[in-house]
């Protein structure tokens, strides 16, 4: 369904709610009933939303005329709702084991990715007793070093730092993405090549970054083995979906484990793509990650929408983007290890919703994805709250908060969650002008005046609460499905196909065009624009230089 941020439908709830600041909702000792609920260890605190009962009920009609959940059902079926690939969207498949529910996804799929699972379990058992021999690997790993790029990195980055506090005490775990050379040498320069096991995360295996990076680190090990390309091979893994082709870059078949076309990137981390957070946490835990995502899934499957966190989630985005024409939303963990959340969330939701025409080729009717960005707070307070709280745009915000963390600095953590609950309520309520007058003690009036117009809050900024009981395998995959599915029901109120990503192909094609043109004359150049041109000109006279 196509978004109308001019329907009618919505006009009479914008022009009223134009007249109610968010102090005045708030003052509603019930507003909180329907808008805080809980699930998975986590509450979920929609209250300082500029919605109010008439205008969330319009927004639930709106979404129940969609037929999101024949929608729904279809994507937990393995329907190819992707459809200019053709291809099914079956990442719920990969917690199906920690569901209640029954999963409809098809029968073989479910086979493949239980057998997957054992797969990787009897690998994090070696790596955990010191026996991966038996697995024809190194007989010692220390150090594990996932890489790759995008889906193949964002996910499992953040899910292994988010839980630190659940490492297995034997590993430590290192992730190389970019091709800036810099990493790769520190990380070398930090590890011992004959303890260090090797993670290549590519479903095609021919991702340039990924190729590049893996090609560092094997001549780093094969030096360590003085050019013993048997040794060197049983320090590399690889999770690909073209097991030929890492064959033919030197990894054994049997140390291929699998990526299916019904999974993207940025939907991965239950997969083998998260192998090396199950190295990282343990199995036990890495199954208790999916099944918080799990509970996740048989919620969405089975609550009414007006009880449904990813439905809400969605409405929530819906009205700030397309009714209220909010260009951006911020993202703001008040946790240290969730510091990459926000660069997830990025990838899970621009690449997924950051689309302009529909399945059927024509424009949408609005606009879509909003721009999400953040960083971890009380830092962020320092850097860019001041625009949020006194700038000219109206940003979104989601506060994520731990009430019970993974140490004992009580006094640490109460500084955080107050600093949380301090923004989201300063947010909502601003400060009034009279408010800031009466605080101007010093000058005249017209000294006061100005001085109380500059420390002035308008207030009526939105926002909304996640709040994670403790940060466990569990909470986080809860946390991720919410995101997840709310992906899910934007795609579908927006009218978009949010599996596919073909706005990331072209950049990567005319990189390639301009690699061999770096090192190369004049003649290589004259098939790009001028300023592409004069640029590639530049970096070679330097170079010369």
Do not use: C
Not at 29 to 46: F, K, T, V
Not at 126 to 143: P, R, W, Y
Not at 330 to 346: C, E, F, H, K, R
């Amino acid at each position: 369904m196509s978004s109308d941020p001019s329907s009618s439908p919505f006009a009479e709830h914008v022009e009223r709610l134009s007249r109610t600041h968010l102090r005045e909702l708030l003052k509603d000792g019930a507003r909180g009933e329907g808008l805080r609920l809980r699930l998975g260890g986590i509450l979920l605190d929609l209250s300082r939303q500029k919605l109010d009962e008439q205008a969330i009920d319009a927004l639930g009609r709106f979404v129940q005329a969609s037929g999101w959940e024949k929608a729904r059902d279809a994507m937990f079926a393995g329907e190819p709702i992707n459809t200019s690939e053709n291809r099914a969207v079956l990442h719920t498949a990969l917690r199906a084991s920690g569901s209640r529910l029954k999963s409809p996804a098809p029968r073989d799929a479910l086979q493949e990715i239980e057998q997957t699972l054992q797969r990787i379990e009897k690998l994090v058992h070696a790596v955990e007793h010191g026996d991966t021999e038996s697995m024809g690997l190194a007989s010692t790993i220390t150090d594990v070093v996932n890489v790759g790029i995008g889906g193949s990195d964002l996910g499992p980055r953040l899910a292994t730092h988010a839980l630190n506090n659940f490492h297995l005490p034997r590993i430590r775990s290192h992730f190389l993405t970019n091709v800036d050379g810099q990493a790769a040498a520190d990380l070398m320069r930090e590890l011992d090549p004959r303890r260090t096991l090797v993670i290549l995360v590519s479903k095609t295996f021919t991702t340039q970054e990924t190729l590049l990076n893996g090609q560092v680190l094997r001549d780093w090990i094969v030096r360590a083995y003085d050019g013993d390309e048997r040794a060197t091979a049983r320090h590399f893994l690889a999770v690909s979906a073209n097991v030929k082709e890492a064959e033919k870059w030197g990894i054994v078949a049997s140390h291929v484990y699998p990526m299916w076309d019904f999974v993207g990137g940025r939907l991965s981390v239950w997969s083998a793509v998260g192998l090396s957070l199950a190295l990282a946490i343990g199995m036990d835990h890495f199954r208790a990650f999916l099944a918080g995502a799990a509970e996740v899934d048989d919620h969405f499957r089975s609550a009414p929408w007006r009880q449904n966190l990813p439905v809400l989630l969605s409405i929530v985005e819906y009205w700030n983007r397309s009714v209220l024409a909010h260009a951006s939303r911020a993202v703001i963990p008040y946790a240290d290890l969730l510091g990459d959340l926000t660069s997830y969330l990025q990838q899970l939701e621009m690449e997924s919703l950051g689309k302009h025409v529909t399945p059927q080729g024509k424009q949408v009717s609005g606009v879509t994805v909003p721009v999400v960005w953040g960083s971890v707070g009380t830092n962020a307070q320092h850097a860019y709250f001041q625009a949020l709280h006194q700038g000219t745009d109206v940003v979104p915000l989601d506060f994520i908060g731990v009430v019970k963390p993974g140490h004992t600095l009580r006094a640490s953590n109460d500084a955080l969650l107050s600093n949380l609950l301090a923004q989201a309520a300063a947010l909502a309520l601003g400060k009034t002008f009279d408010e800031a007058l009466a605080e101007a003690k010093e000058g005249d009036e017209i000294a006061r005046r100005a001085l109380a117009a500059q420390r002035t809050f308008e207030g009526d900024r939105p926002s909304t609460v996640f709040l994670l009981d403790a940060l466990t395998p569990h909470t986080l995959g809860a946390l991720i499905a919410l995101y997840e599915h709310k992906v899910f029901m934007l795609g579908h109120l927006w009218g978009i196909n949010a599996f596919d990503q073909w706005g990331v192909e072209l950049g990567k094609a005319i990189a390639r065009q301009i690699l061999p043109a770096l090192n190369g004359g004049a003649d290589e150049l004259a098939g790009f624009d001028s300023s592409t041109r004069a640029l590639i000109e530049a970096i070679q006279d330097r170079r010369e230089g």
